[in-house]
Each structure stands twice: as structure tokens, then as C-alpha cells.
């Protein structure tokens, strides 16, 4: 990825490019420098804005460690490694908040025994409490020199933006809706079990259900800093949102701003989570038609384990983490845009040999959801078909080189030959 700097003027007198790396997210000023910040691996970077030189100090957030529930019955302590940076912010005393994912990091158990399955006892990559799943979102919170301050797990399912008002109030948005259709894990006190049994009342299922924005104080944050990584829930509340949100922002006046997708707007909210603006987002080729895409749908929702698809293949890439599943070895999330029509059979070892297949697999069997429509799941095959592969600019000469070795020296294009860039053997 390059940056450019150009002089203010409208002539342009003077321009700087400097390759950094790949995979860069947000740019954040500091003091004589930029802060730079890398997707999938969550790691910070700096650049003096003087010399545009890279300043040498790489910071990840710290691992975090985590319960995990897993479908056996079994409690295991595990670490969550830090990937997809989504956002990080300026916060007003020079520091700056992450917020990212958490991946499990060790041995993950596929087997699910048919005594398990009845006692509905979650799935392998979660579902069975808060923060409990494969994939989790976390918080991470940097002081003014970049240096970790804490982490704390937020139960909030494909956070996709963060923003902190001057008043102090942290919000984030969360993407992954939860399937309706999906039974779900409740928390029942004591006293109540016997009310609960005999239909006397609705227990709440955890996390917030649709999509919407998380609310919660800056102040509880340092203190869950300080304890040992808590989950936190909305302190504060929980704005729903009757479309997908996908970013938020506070006026200088600190009211929260809300973008969602199908319906496609912007809300502007006062400080009680009521809507005071709607200002309804069109596009030239779709007017004010909905964006709703029952595939997209699917796979940005939490699927029932606290994950959704989209968690490990962000952005409909991939997460870079490199998964240890039971009796399988390591196996790295594979990129699903990549032009995936025609590509089966799926997965490295091509175990799969069709997409609904897949989905029994991941969709129903690891990630614990409900089976879906014939229908359905063509619109999620369809959608992910259509996701656009990553291109290089034509004319970038790492490209022409790269090509030259693919082809030739490398011998690459002995199996990754033809418009799929395969001859589709297993090898
Ligand atoms: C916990 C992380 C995780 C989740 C959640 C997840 N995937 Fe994957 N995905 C992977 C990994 C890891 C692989 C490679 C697996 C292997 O080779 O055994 C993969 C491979 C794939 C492939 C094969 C690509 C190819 O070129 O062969 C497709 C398609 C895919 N995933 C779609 C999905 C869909 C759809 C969902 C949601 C129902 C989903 N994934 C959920 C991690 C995940
Ligand atoms: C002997 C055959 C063979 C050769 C030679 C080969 N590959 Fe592959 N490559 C494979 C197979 C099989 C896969 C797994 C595809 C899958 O499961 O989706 C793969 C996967 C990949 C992927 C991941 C694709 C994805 O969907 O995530 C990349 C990138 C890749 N190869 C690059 C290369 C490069 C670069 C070279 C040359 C240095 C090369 N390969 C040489 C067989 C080969």
C-alpha cells in the first residue's frame, strides 16, 4: 500500500510516495508522526511525517485470555490471538482505542457426540454463554506513546466501528444480528429457575439481538482494564437499528450518527438513543430500492455460536489466523473472494465437495445454526460468487514481475492455470 502526501496548493508542487506494507486500515496523527494501523494482523505501525521513514515500533494488542465452553461439557482456558483491527479512534488524551477481534489460538474440537447434541450443549465454536465463541470481539485501549494500556472482551458479534464521544462514551457497532430462527443459551438467576420452568416468565437470551449500536462508558472500560478481562454488556444501552449498521460517528455536539444498510441511512440520535434526523442514503443504479440481499444477510449474521461467516472471513477475505482444529492440523482461513464459482471441491483438502455440503458442515455443524431453505442457500452461493477478487493496478511493476515467476520460473501455473487460476485436481 502506498501513501501520498501533496502540497495544499492547487498546483501540485511537491509529492512523496512511500510503500509501507499491505493490509493498511486507519491513519491516525501524532505528534511528528502517523500512526498507521494493519487489518487482519491488528498491529499498529508508525511513519515520521518529517522523513516519511518508518519509525520502528510495531505493537500488537496482548493476548487475552478466555474461558471456553466446549460442547463436551469441558471448561478450557485458552488465549484469544489479536487480528482484524476493524477501527481504531483518537481519544482525547492522546491515547487511542481498537477495537478488533480475538481468535482462539489453541486446539479446537469438531467431534460433537450425539449425547451433546441433545442436551443442546453449544457448538464447537461456541454459543453456549458470553464470550465463549472462537471468535470474539475485544477492545483494546493504547496510551499516547502506542504502548498497551488493556483489553477487555466486549459481547458484541462483528463490531465493526467504534466511536468515543467528549463526554466519554464509547459506541460500537454491531453488524452480526443474531438468527431469529436460532434457540439460544439463557442466563436464568437462582430464584427464578421454577418461574422459568413453569412458563411464568421469558428468560432474556444474552447479547443484544439484532443489529445495532453498543453503548458503554469509557470509565467502565479502564475498570474492566484493571479486573480480569470481564465480558462486558451495554452498560449504558443498546440502540437497534432496523437495517445493518455499518459505521458511527459523534457530532462535535455529541450526538451519535448511525449508518446502516437495507434501508440504506443516516440517523443523527440525541443522547437518549432517539432518532432526530433520518437522512436516507440512494444510489444512482438502485434509487431508493432496497440494498437487501438475503445472502449478504447470512453471512454477516451471528449464525448461532456467537460468529458469524464473516467473522473469520472479514470483508469476505479472510482473518490471516491459522486455525488448530481436532484431528485436522493447521488449517488458515481461506479467502472466499477470489472468484470462488467453479472452484469446488472447497476447503484446502477439498474435502468438501460442494457448497451445500459446506454449510452442514461449517454453517450447521461447527457453528451451530439451523438448516436453511434450498433458496437460501443459493442466495449465500450466489452472493459469495459474485464477491469481486482482489486486483492489482495493471501497470504496478511487482505485478508484471510476479506474473513473469507464477508463469515461468515458479511453475505455479502448472495447477493454477485457466480463468479460475485452477485444474481443479486435489493434490
Ligand atoms: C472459525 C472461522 C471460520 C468461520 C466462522 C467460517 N469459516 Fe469458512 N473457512 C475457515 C477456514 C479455516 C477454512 C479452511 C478450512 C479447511 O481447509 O479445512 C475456510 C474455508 C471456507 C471456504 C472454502 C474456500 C475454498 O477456496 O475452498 C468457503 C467457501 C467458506 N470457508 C465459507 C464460509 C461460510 C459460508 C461460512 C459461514 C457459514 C464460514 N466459511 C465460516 C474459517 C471459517
Ligand atoms: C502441485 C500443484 C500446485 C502448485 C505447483 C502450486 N499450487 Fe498453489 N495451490 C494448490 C492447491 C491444491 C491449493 C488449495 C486450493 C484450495 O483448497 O482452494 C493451492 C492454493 C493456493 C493459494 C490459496 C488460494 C486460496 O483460495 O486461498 C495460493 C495463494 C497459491 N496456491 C499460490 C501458489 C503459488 C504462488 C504457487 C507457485 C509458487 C503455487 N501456488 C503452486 C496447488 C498448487
Not at 483489553?151 to 460500537?172: K, M, P
Not at 449474521?301 to 467473522?311: F, L, M, T
Request: charged share 20%; glycine share 10%; hydrophobic share 40%.
Amino acid at each position: 500500500m502506498e501513501l501520498s502526501s501533496r502540497a495544499s496548493s492547487p498546483q501540485l508542487i511537491e509529492a512523496t510516495s512511500v510503500r509501507i506494507e499491505s493490509d493498511l486500515r486507519d491513519i491516525l496523527p501524532l505528534d511528528g508522526e502517523l500512526l498507521l494501523t494493519r487489518f487482519k494482523r491488528a498491529e499498529t505501525l508508525r511513519i515520521a511525517t518529517d522523513t516519511w521513514a518508518p519509525v520502528d515500533a510495531r505493537v500488537r494488542p496482548a493476548r487475552v485470555p478466555s474461558k471456553f465452553n466446549e460442547p463436551s461439557g469441558a471448561v478450557v482456558v485458552d488465549y484469544l490471538v489479536p487480528e482484524v483491527a476493524w477501527r481504531t479512534v483518537a481519544l482525547a488524551d492522546g491515547g487511542h482505542l481498537m477495537v478488533h477481534q480475538g481468535a482462539r489460538q489453541g486446539e479446537i474440537p469438531l467431534e460433537v457426540s450425539d449425547a451433546d447434541r441433545r442436551r443442546h450443549a453449544g457448538s464447537p465454536y461456541g454459543g453456549q454463554g458470553k464470550c465463549d465463541s472462537v471468535v470474539q470481539t475485544v477492545l483494546t485501549h493504547f496510551d499516547g506513546a502506542g504502548k498497551v494500556l488493556g483489553s477487555v472482551l466486549v459481547d458484541a458479534v462483528l463490531a465493526v466501528d467504534v466511536a468515543v464521544s467528549q463526554e466519554g462514551i464509547v459506541a460500537i457497532a454491531q453488524a452480526g444480528a443474531r438468527d431469529p430462527a436460532q434457540p439460544r443459551p439463557v442466563l436464568v438467576p437462582k430464584d427464578e429457575v421454577e418461574r422459568v420452568r413453569a412458563g411464568l416468565v421469558d428468560p432474556e437470551p444474552f447479547g443484544p439481538a439484532g443489529t445495532g449500536v453498543l453503548l458503554l462508558n469509557i470509565d467502565d472500560l479502564s475498570n474492566g482494564m484493571s479486573a480480569s478481562v470481564p465480558c462486558f454488556r451495554p452498560r449504558r444501552g443498546f440502540v437497534a437499528t432496523d437495517g445493518q449498521v455499518t459505521a458511527v460517528a459523534f457530532t462535535p455536539d455529541d450526538r451519535l450518527v448511525v449508518q446502516q444498510r437495507a434501508p440504506a441511512k443516516l440517523t443523527l440520535r440525541d443522547s437518549t438513543g432517539e432518532t432526530t434526523v433520518e437522512l436516507p442514503l440512494t444510489n444512482a443504479s438502485y434509487g431508493d430500492r432496497s440494498y437487501y440481499d438475503t445472502g449478504h444477510e447470512l453471512f454477516h449474521r451471528d449464525v448461532g455460536a456467537g460468529v458469524a461467516c464473516a467473522s473469520c472471513h472479514p470483508e469476505g477475505g479472510d482473518d490471516g489466523h491459522t486455525w488448530r482444529f481436532s484431528g485436522f492440523g493447521p488449517r488458515r482461513t481461506q479467502a472466499v473472494n477470489v472468484g470462488l464459482a467453479n472452484t469446488a471441491p472447497f476447503h484446502w483438502a477439498g474435502d468438501m465437495p460442494d457448497f451445500k455440503a459446506l454449510l452442514d458442515e461449517v454453517m450447521v455443524g461447527r457453528m451451530g445454526g439451523v438448516h436453511q431453505s434450498t433458496e437460501r442457500i443459493g442466495s449465500l452461493e450466489q452472493w459469495l460468487y459474485s464477491l469481486p477478487a482482489p486486483v492489482r493496478t495493471p501497470d504496478d511493476p511487482a505485478a508484471a514481475r510476479g506474473r513473469t515467476l507464477f508463469e515461468g520460473a515458479a511453475d505455479c501455473a502448472s495447477c493454477h492455470s485457466g480463468p479460475q487460476l485452477t485444474n481443479s485436481e486435489t493434490v
